[in-house]
């Protein structure tokens, strides 16, 4: 008779589980939250959490591991004080096996952009930077691999 005075509340529990109010986001808009989170770390000049955005398995065309973008993280840090970014998805391009090539144009200064400073008018440095993002087994989109090169407003138009 026990059981019959928790049947109820089984069900509510059921029912509260069923209207979570976390959406479904789809692997582009995952990505999009990776991306927008580095932005913040970065700005922030949050080594930590920047660093937990790179995956373990990191490696770029010039042999760069986790660790050393780690410590090219933490020069940069050091050396600019203050750090705006704005940046623009270029392209987002769903691959197999849980992974997503990511174009982005990226303005980096030292000064806040002044209103909607578009990146077309930016004034810091402009870069083009081409990610391969992955999830991997705990659920997480991190960081496998970047190149990066300056870019010039004409790229960006």
């Not at 808009?29 to 955005?53: C, K, N, P, W």
């Not at 197999?96 to 004034?123: K, M, N």
């Amino acid at each position: 008779m026990d059981w019959l005075l928790r049947l109820p509340l089984f069900w509510v529990l059921i029912l509260l589980a069923g209207c979570s109010d976390t959406p479904y986001l789809s692997p582009e808009d995952q990505v999009r939250q990776f991306v927008a989170r580095g932005e913040v770390a970065v700005e922030g000049r949050d080594l930590s959490t920047a660093a937990a955005l790179i995956s373990e398995q990191y490696s770029d065309g010039r042999r760069r591991t986790r660790h050393e973008i780690r410590r090219l993280l933490a020069g940069y840090f050091l050396r600019h004080k203050s750090i705006h970014v704005v940046y623009r998805i270029d392209q987002l391009e769903l691959l197999e096996d849980a992974q997503v090539r990511v174009v982005l144009f990226a303005g980096i200064a030292g000064t806040a952009p002044v209103g909607s400073e578009a990146l077309s008018q930016w004034r810091g440095e402009l870069l083009r930077i081409e990610m391969l993002v992955v999830q991997e087994s705990d659920e997480a989109w991190r960081l496998q691999s970047a190149k990066w090169r300056r870019a010039s407003k004409k790229d960006i138009l």
